[in-house]
Nanobody
Framework: QVQLVESGGGLVQAGDSLRLSCAAS????????MGWSRQAPGEEREFLAA????????LYADSVKGRFTISRDNAKNTVYLQMNSLRPDDTAVYYC?????????????????WGQGTQVTVSS
């Protein structure tokens, strides 16, 4: 059974940084494109970032470009989301996901596996 387990969320103040991690039980993790999304209360899920299987290609939503960085360690079956200059409107549940599409994508339907999410709360 495939599991994606996010960690690293919490309560921080505006301007702080957090690094989220997502550990995947995928046997061939290094062949999957990985992505991060978030969902705030009452809002639709929002794509944030994606990284190709090798890590050579990344894609970001305009809302986080320049503040968030996605990376991966294929030896550890883990993908990360470094979040800097956090704002109150970054408050949401953050999800990682795995896609067997070769190209990085912001389309949620292309992600086959999803984690349960980790809560990030940014106070003003």
């Amino acid at each position: 059974q495939v599991q994606l387990v996010e960690s690293g969320g919490g309560l921080v103040q505006a301007g702080d940084s957090l690094r989220l991690s997502c550990a995947a039980s995928l046997r061939t993790f290094s062949s999957y494109t990985m992505g991060w999304s978030r969902q705030a209360p009452g809002e639709e899920r929002e794509f944030l970032a994606a990284i190709s299987a090798s890590g050579a290609s990344t894609l970001y939503a305009d809302s986080v470009k320049g503040r968030f960085t996605i990376s991966r360690d294929n030896a550890k079956n883990t993908v990360y989301l470094q979040m800097n200059s956090l704002r109150p409107d970054d408050t949401a549940v953050y999800y990682c996901a795995a896609s067997d599409y070769t190209l990085v994508s912001r389309i949620s339907g292309r992600y086959k596996y999803w984690g349960q999410g980790t809560q990030v709360t940014v106070s003003s």
